[in-house]
């Protein structure tokens, strides 16, 4: 429990509310006794002020050179002169008297009233203010000043009162800290699990996402928060993983249907061979039945391997120059046969250009694009491959006047085994394969592919590769002519 955040949080808050709290009461309280204990010196400073003035009326001098009492010195008016303050004597409520004494310089006792029991000036006398002291039964506050002719005049009275208002009081500070510090404690674990509920549904969302259950997700109510942004990143972070997973089973289905035609070809033809004695002729069918199957087998296996390759790297596995514009034409000449045999007319427009990457990648792209292109047209029809240099990039635009994509079809040619037209695509021995390996490794050497197209007008290809002038120098080597 310990290594839970929430009870981390709550030990933190409660450390610091506590030291706060404290720290604020005994604060409040130290400043509140202060207050009363400077009232009460106050008041016992201006007693004893009083019986100074009163003291400086006496000749304390003459009182060194007598015997008699000090006492029967003093006449009954002098007596009454030296007296507290009326409005401190006359105390209410049932409040103890003040006490206070003179005592002359050689140490005799000029005038006391109220001392307390057993008081002993010598106690006290080590220091000449001696603001609280513990009498019998009593806790006692005394004022000194130093009189004229070097006497001593002390003032005190018991503040016991004072102490016990000032313990109440601490009493009520200690409850109402108290009460602080339940509050805070309590709203502080309500908002510690508050802030940390998000990221409890976080973690219920993730644990319960599966292989076998993709739909959990994370109700995002604060979208504009931390905790609502980081809930909607995991959101899109689970919709690509289930994107991804849909895509790996379809591709899987896919790859094993077509894998599974070719094999069921050649399956069927041995069967139907063995089935009973076969003339020269139609061994000789039987097996190149089998060879076109195990041809269109070997296509197959090295288009999926060229797309695991893709996907594995970003990079082109080379980095060689290469003239774009020869390598198109040699994508032409061997694609020539094949265009007059389907009766297309394949035309060029090729201007010098060089990019940097695989010879080999960019040829399958422009034999790709070629061999769609031818495939889907009509006898008589016309396709126009040009290369040209456009500011940093080099355009590669192949347009036919062929059958054309329909729109519903066009956001879809470039993924793995979508045929546009699937009839026509397994009389071609089409995979579904090709747009998706031209557009990996384009994209692998930094460029982009557009299509255009419409249905029963044509479709344009415009391709754009980084020209190798615009590149990093790369240790590369010098251009490559393919022919």
């Not at 998000?198 to 259950?213: K, N």
Request: charged content about 25%.
């Amino acid at each position: 429990m310990t290594q839970s955040i929430a009870w981390r949080l709550q030990m933190w808050h409660a450390a610091i509310l506590v030291s706060v709290v404290v720290g604020l009461c005994t604060a409040w309280f130290l400043q509140a006794r202060r207050a009363r204990l400077n009232e009460i010196d106050a008041e016992l400073t201006s007693a004893a002020r009083v019986l100074d003035g009163s003291l400086r009326g006496f000749d304390l001098r003459g009182f060194d050179t007598t015997e008699r009492p000090i006492s029967e010195l003093l006449a009954a008016d002098d007596h009454l002169r030296l007296s507290l303050p009326r409005e401190l004597a006359d105390r209410r409520d049932n409040q103890p008297e003040p006490y206070f004494g003179i005592w002359l310089e050689d140490g005799r006792e000029l005038k006391s009233e109220r001392l307390p029991e057993r008081f002993s000036l010598e106690s006290s006398e080590t220091q000449l203010e001696a603001p609280a002291r513990h009498g019998p039964n009593a806790i006692l506050r005394e004022v000194r000043i130093v009189g004229p002719a070097g006497s001593l005049i002390l003032v005190g009275r018991d503040i016991g009162r004072e102490i016990a208002e000032l313990n109440r009081l601490a009493m009520r500070i200690a409850a109402f800290a108290m009460l602080i510090l339940a509050a805070g404690l309590c709203g502080g674990w309500w908002l510690a699990r508050s802030v940390l509920r998000p990221i409890a549904a976080m973690s219920d969302a993730a644990s319960r996402f599966s292989a076998a259950d993709m739909s959990p997700r994370i109700n995002v109510v604060e979208t504009e928060s931390e905790l609502g942004q980081l809930a909607t990143i995991l959101n899109e972070a689970f919709d690509r993983v289930e994107r991804s997973f849909d895509q790996q089973r379809q591709f899987a289905a896919d790859a094993s249907h077509e894998l599974r035609t070719p094999l069921a070809v050649i399956q069927s033809q041995i069967e139907l061979a063995l089935k009973r004695e076969r003339t020269s002729e139609e061994y000789v069918k039987t097996l190149t039945t089998c060879s076109s199957a195990s041809k269109r087998l070997s296509d197959l296996v090295e288009s999926l391997l060229t797309l695991a390759r893709l996907d594995f790297s970003s990079q082109p596995t080379e980095h060689t120059s290469i003239r774009v514009d020869l390598v198109a034409a040699r994508c032409i000449d061997l694609m020539r046969p094949v265009a007059q045999q389907a009766e297309v007319n394949l035309r060029s427009e090729l201007v010098p250009a060089i990019v940097v990457g695989d010879p080999k990648q960019i040829e399958r792209v422009i034999f790709n694009l070629l061999k769609n292109s031818v495939a889907y047209n009509r006898p008589h029809g016309e396709v126009l491959l040009s290369v040209a240099v456009v500011g940093p990039s080099v355009e590669l635009i192949l347009q036919d006047n062929g059958i054309g994509i329909s729109e519903s079809d066009l956001a879809h040619v470039a993924e793995r085994f979508y045929r546009a037209d699937k009839a026509r695509s397994r009389v071609h021995g089409g995979s579904g394969l090709g747009l998706s390996i031209a557009q990996g490794i384009i994209a692998n050497h930094g460029g982009t592919m557009q299509i255009a197209s419409k249905l029963d007008r044509g479709t344009t290809v415009t391709v754009h590769l980084p020209l190798a002038s615009n590149r990093p120098r790369d240790p590369v080597k010098e251009p490559v002519d393919l022919i």
